[in-house]
């Protein structure tokens, strides 16, 4: 992150929470994210949104961007009731990746399937968890999708 904020388009801010994020009318990319700091909203906008909370926290994100469009939240949300207690001591999966999506929330590069904005970096996107800490796979998988949106940006 520290490279990151040497960078005149990049500010980090503290002691905020997003609230949600808000689409175009067509509901095709997210325009703005609305964040709580020091008891007031504020706004923000960008050409692509990372959401990067931790699995539990993206997915709530999500869930409260509840709009006309998307009444039950943005993207689709997995794992609600078949995750045993036992499975959850690494949080993972709740906005799985995969081709289809009719099955999964990401694309491999981890962009929402439904919004073309929208990208969920953090163990959301594993499909399910691993005997292991997933914090070098996550890390990984951020970095390569960073690279994707270098390539994208370019």
């Known amino acids: 992150m520290r490279p990151l904020l040497g960078q005149p388009n990049v500010t980090l801010l503290v002691n905020a929470e997003v609230q949600r994020l808000e689409t175009d009318p067509a509901g095709r990319s997210v325009t703005s994210v609305v964040v709580r ?10 050409d692509i949104v990372a959401v990067a909370a931790r699995a539990a926290n993206s997915a709530a994100i999500l869930l409260r961007s509840v709009s006309d469009r998307y009444p ?9 009731g078949r995750i045993p207690i036992a499975g959850v001591a690494h ?8 081709n289809d999506p009719a099955t999964s929330v ?6 929402a399937h439904e919004l073309d904005n929208l990208y969920v970096v953090d163990t959301s996107f ?9 914090a070098l796979t996550a890390m990984a998988n951020a970095i390569r999708v960073g ?8």
């Open 91 to 98: 949080q993972a999966g709740t906005c799985r990746f995969g």
């Open 147 to 154: 690279e994707h949106l270098l390539g994208r940006m370019s």
């Open 72 to 80: 039950e939240g943005l993207a689709k949300w997995f794992g609600a």
């Open 37 to 46: 700091r020091g008891g007031r909203d504020e706004v923000y906008e960008g």
């Open 106 to 111: 990401l694309d491999a590069n981890c962009k």
């Open 126 to 134: 594993f499909p399910s968890i691993g005997a292991v800490n997933p």
